[in-house]
T-cell receptor, first 113, second 114 residues
Framework: QKEVEQDPGPLSVPEGAIVSLNCTYS??????FMWYRQYSRKGPELLMY????GNKEDGRFTAQVDKSSKYISLFIRDSQPSDSATYLC?????????????FGTGTKLQVIP | GAGVSQSPRYKVAKRGQDVALRCDPI?????LFWYQQALGQGPEFLTY????????KSGLPSDRFFAERPEGSVSTLKIQRTQQEDSAVYLC????????????FGSGTRLTVV
């Protein structure tokens, strides 16, 4: 079993819908929780990161972390066709003086105009 | 430079051939990471450099994989005697020391071994 589990999708939604993306994890040592967005043939780009349980909002995006359940979510409000991409959850733990990041499989999202 | 630059963007290698993949990190970024991303999968950690020191190479899949960063800036990932299972996108990322969970990734090198 992988340390980070993420449904690969694909997920297809109409423009304007609220999108919910989720990951579960098993490693209690994870400290930082991140969401990356990856467009086709590009590298991942950091969207949001959180350190503690709770919600963090940035524009149309809300990241949610529940450490007790080992569950994280990303919500996208008013989804746009430009949001079509693969969304990777990622988590990090302290390892030999740096934060070692483990990624989920990624969920492919398509927002249909 | 403005971002992380990787070259070549695409590489086709015959099985058994050696390849070298280059990464130019953001100027001044202390930390440099290599990841391997197979089709439909998330990036998998290969190795980590802090300046010129390779502090973690636990993710390198075999002794055919070798990475270096001799002057603490440009890094090269070398794969010897390539095999079909090495086909993947190889991503390089860099970050500042204090925020090294928020990586900046390059666009990757897509390696196809035929």
């Amino acid at each position: 079993q992988k340390e980070v589990e993420q449904d690969p999708g694909p997920l297809s939604v109409p423009e304007g819908a609220i999108v919910s993306l989720n990951c579960t994890y098993s490693n209690s040592a994870f400290q930082y929780f991140m969401w990356y967005r990856q467009y086709s043939r590009k590298g991942p780009e950091l969207l949001m990161y959180t350190y503690s349980s709770g919600n963090k909002e940035d524009g149309r995006f809300t990241a949610q972390v529940d450490k007790s359940s080992k569950y994280i979510s990303l919500f996208i409000r008013d989804s746009q066709p430009s949001d079509s991409a693969t969304y990777l959850c990622a988590m990090s733990e302290s390892s030999g003086g740096y934060q070692k990041v483990t990624f989920g499989t990624g969920t492919k999202l398509q927002v249909i105009p | 430079g403005a971002g992380v630059s990787q070259s070549p963007r695409y590489k086709v290698a015959k099985r058994g051939q050696d390849v070298a993949l280059r990464c130019d990190p953001i100027s001044g970024h202390v930390s440099l990471f290599w990841y391997q991303q197979a089709l439909g999968q998330g990036p998998e950690f290969l190795t980590y450099f802090q300046n010129e020191a390779q502090l973690d190479k636990s993710g390198l899949p075999s002794d055919r994989f070798f990475a270096e960063r001799p002057e603490g800036s440009v890094s090269t990932l070398k794969i010897q005697r390539t095999q079909q299972e090495d086909s993947a996108v190889y991503l390089c990322a860099s970050s500042t020391r204090t925020a090294n969970y928020g990586y900046t990734f390059g666009s990757g090198t897509r390696l196809t071994v035929v």
